[in-house]
């Protein structure tokens, strides 16, 4: 019975020593080691490698990461399950990248940033947090942390999910008529879905559109959800004030595309959480006795509903 690990060296190292402890039945083998495909039980990759269907024995197929629309699972037969990670220092990181793209956004960051770079010395009206609206587009794992890093700021926050869902001190929306309700009344709109063919390219002009002026965006999915050509236009006609993207499509955007350097967009690449070794090789073995005992799987993918 074999593990079969398709990351980086730097946690395949970890993983093969917790394995060896943890789980000594099972072969570990990177995707470079000789092995029978016909022997993987179990295999951990950020995408499917192409030739899945060399894995005749697959039972279970994990994401490295939290999201797994990369894992392109259509082409799984139908009994293979699909694990995403689920670990705390994920959802930590993307609680410090929000609260980073929120108060940004709220504190006009790239407005000064331009402003210093043109050594230009002026101070623009200051709002309260108490008077910024922040919407949460998701409110799974990521989107609920969030939000619970965000509330001591004093952010008056609501959400928005797929079904009804009650969060501790925020106004919860859910479904189409849902998300014209949390927009109108959002100043910084947080972007926390998962890809899905219902999620694809919501980010648009029509939902930028139904902001209120001069709201900002800190989009942490997936690059397809974005329109991007529709965002540049909402931050060149003022409508926008700006965006933090963590997030393209494609990543890295092309040497010459606009959003490297429009004045309204911060854009890092893809970083705002990072899977740390240890941790997931914790989440990985746990899950693995888990389904051995014939235990619920965490972070099970229902691979119907896409995510
Ligand atoms: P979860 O599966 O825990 O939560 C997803 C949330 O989105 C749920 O609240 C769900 O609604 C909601 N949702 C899904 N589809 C719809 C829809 N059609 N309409 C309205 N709401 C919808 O995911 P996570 O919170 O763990 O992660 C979210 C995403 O964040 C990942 O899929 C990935 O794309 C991104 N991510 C990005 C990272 C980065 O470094 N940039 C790192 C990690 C994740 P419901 O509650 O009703 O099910
Ligand atoms: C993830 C990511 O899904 O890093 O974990 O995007």
Known sequence: ????????????????????????????????????PADVRYLITWTAPDDLGRFSSLEILF?????????????????????????????????????????????????????????????????????????VLGLGMMGSAVIERLKPFGFPIAGWSRSPRSLDGIRSFHGKEGLAALLAETNILICLLPLTPETVGI????????????AGLVHVGRGQHLDQAALIEALDSGHLSGAVLDVTDPEPLPADHRLWNHPGVILTPHIASKVEAAPAAKAVIDNIRRHRAGLPLIGLVDRGRGY
């Open 1 to 36: 019975m074999t593990f079969l690990f398709n990351s980086t060296e730097e946690r395949a190292r970890v993983f093969a020593v917790r394995f060896a402890e943890e789980l000594p039945d099972i072969r570990f083998v990177r995707n470079g080691d000789a092995f029978d």
């Open 63 to 135: 994401s490295i990461g939290a999201g797994i629309d990369q894992l392109n699972t259509d082409a799984l037969p139908p009994h293979v399950l699909v694990v995403r990670m689920v670990e705390e220092g994920i959802t930590r990181m993307m609680q410090e990248y929000v609260t980073l793209g929120v108060l940004a956004l709220h504190r006009q960051l790239p407005l000064y940033i331009t402003q210093q770079k043109e050594a230009r010395w002026q101070a623009h009206d200051l709002l309260p947090a108490t008077q910024r609206r922040v919407g």
């Open 203 to 214: 980010l648009d002009a029509d939902l930028f559109s139904r902001l209120p002026a001069g």
